[in-house]
């Protein structure tokens, strides 16, 4: 059973920087594709970033690239997600995403419903 666990959320002022993690266990994800997406109150849930995880190739939405990092530890089966310059519009429920089937990058990988499995999230508040 495919199971995510994120972790690292919390408050922070605007400008400081803050890492999740996302631990994923239940099968291989050697050719895996993981993602982050991010929820604000009152709005859809939205893609922030994905990796291939044998490739290691990345994308990123508009709002985050050059602030945000996606990156993933084979030996620790994580996915990590480095955000920096952080901004009150970053305040968000933050989820881990896998789509656990995977043998390629056959999927633009930014929407919800190209992913299979998802975690609980973590909060994270930006105050101005």
């Known amino acids: 059973q495919v199971r995510l666990v994120e972790s690292g959320g919390g408050l922070v002022q605007a400008g400081d920087s803050l890492k999740l993690s996302c631990a994923a266990s239940g099968r291989t994800f050697s050719r895996s594709v993981m993602g982050w997406f991010r929820q604000a109150p009152g709005k859809e849930r939205e893609f922030v970033a994905a990796?291939?995880?044998?490739?290691?190739?990345?994308i990123y939405a508009d709002s985050v690239k050059g602030r945000f990092t996606i990156s993933r530890d084979n030996d620790k089966v994580t996915v990590y997600l480095q955000m920096n310059s952080l901004k009150p519009e970053d305040t968000a429920v933050y989820y881990c995403a896998v789509d656990a089937y995977s043998s390629s990058w056959s999927k633009p990988y930014d929407k919800e419903s190209e992913y299979n499995y998802w975690g609980q999230g973590t909060q994270v508040t930006v105050s101005s």
């Open positions: 990796i291939w995880w044998s490739g290691g190739s990345t």
